[in-house]
């Protein structure tokens, strides 16, 4: 039991979640072998669901190469069905109580709705410009910031200002990460006297 109903188990809703389950998938050999037997797989699915027998599968791993090298692990095709099953039935219950910015497995959201989100902050916000066939940011018109300093252009170097603002807002809580941007963004010479300065620093603190 979860909210005020239990999971609807009956024939027809499992029978939705195959049809859901199935949309836009590309052919397998499992899929194919699944769909052979279809009434049969999903009449033995209602029975183990209703019956309390069902046990999940184990998963088939295997490596993709496209962008880069990944592993990926990915449950039998009666297994997805419970999947899209327990999905569609959570959903109802958590949905709403997302903020609205989660793109991930919701209706109306998804990858390309985040990514032109995204995109649109960084143009608003940012004032960055990606480039249209490869996403390398173009330009940074207002710079970027972390922890109120600004970084511009990215990899360039701290300027004096922004050298002042470093010291004048260290503290205990912040010394690491101030640390760990001053050793990516300033210049040698620089960077041994913030060391300096950050031990002189954490020793009268």
């Given at each position: 039991?979860?909210?005020?109903?239990?999971?609807?188990?009956?024939?027809?809703?499992?029978?939705?979640?195959?049809?859901?389950?199935?949309?836009?998938?590309?052919?397998?050999?499992?899929?194919?072998?699944?769909?052979?037997?279809?009434?049969?797989?999903?009449?033995?699915?209602?029975?183990?669901?209703?019956?309390?027998?069902?046990?999940?599968?184990?998963?088939?791993?295997?490596?993709?190469?496209?962008?880069?090298?990944?592993?990926?692990?990915?449950?039998?095709?009666?297994?997805?069905?419970?999947?899209?099953?327990?999905?569609?039935?959570?959903?109802?219950?958590?949905?709403?109580?997302?903020?609205?910015?989660?793109?991930?497995?919701?209706?109306?959201?998804?990858?390309?709705?985040?990514?032109?989100?995204?995109?649109?902050?960084?143009?608003?916000?940012?004032?960055?410009?990606?480039?249209?066939?490869?996403?390398?940011?173009?330009?940074?018109?207002?710079?970027?910031?972390?922890?109120?300093?600004?970084?511009?252009?990215p990899g360039g170097k701290l300027n004096n200002r922004n050298r002042k603002r470093v010291l004048e807002r260290l503290n205990v809580r912040n010394a690491g990460s101030y640390s760990g941007m001053v050793k990516q963004f300033e210049e040698k010479k620089y960077l041994k006297r913030f060391q300096w300065e950050l031990f002189d620093f954490l020793s009268f603190s």
């Amino acid at each position: 039991m979860m909210g005020s109903e239990s999971i609807d188990l009956r024939l027809e809703n499992i029978w939705g979640s195959w049809l859901a389950f199935r949309k836009g998938k590309h052919p397998s050999a499992e899929l194919h072998e699944f769909q052979y037997h279809l009434e049969k797989n999903i009449f033995t699915l209602f029975n183990d669901l209703n019956q309390g027998t069902y046990r999940h599968g184990a998963y088939r791993t295997f490596v993709v190469c496209d962008n880069k090298r990944r592993e990926v692990s990915v449950a039998s095709v009666r297994d997805r069905v419970v999947h899209r099953l327990m999905y569609d039935y959570l959903n109802e219950i958590y949905d709403h109580t997302f903020i609205y910015d989660v793109w991930s497995c919701r209706m109306g959201k998804g990858l390309l709705g985040a990514i032109q989100r995204a995109q649109s902050f960084l143009k608003k916000h940012l004032k960055l410009d990606l480039h249209a066939k490869n996403d390398l940011v173009l330009k940074a018109k207002d710079g970027l910031r972390f922890l109120r300093v600004v970084l511009y252009p990215p990899g360039g170097k701290l300027n004096n200002r922004n050298r002042k603002r470093v010291l004048e807002r260290l503290n205990v809580r912040n010394a690491g990460s101030y640390s760990g941007m001053v050793k990516q963004f300033e210049e040698k010479k620089y960077l041994k006297r913030f060391q300096w300065e950050l031990f002189d620093f954490l020793s009268f603190s």
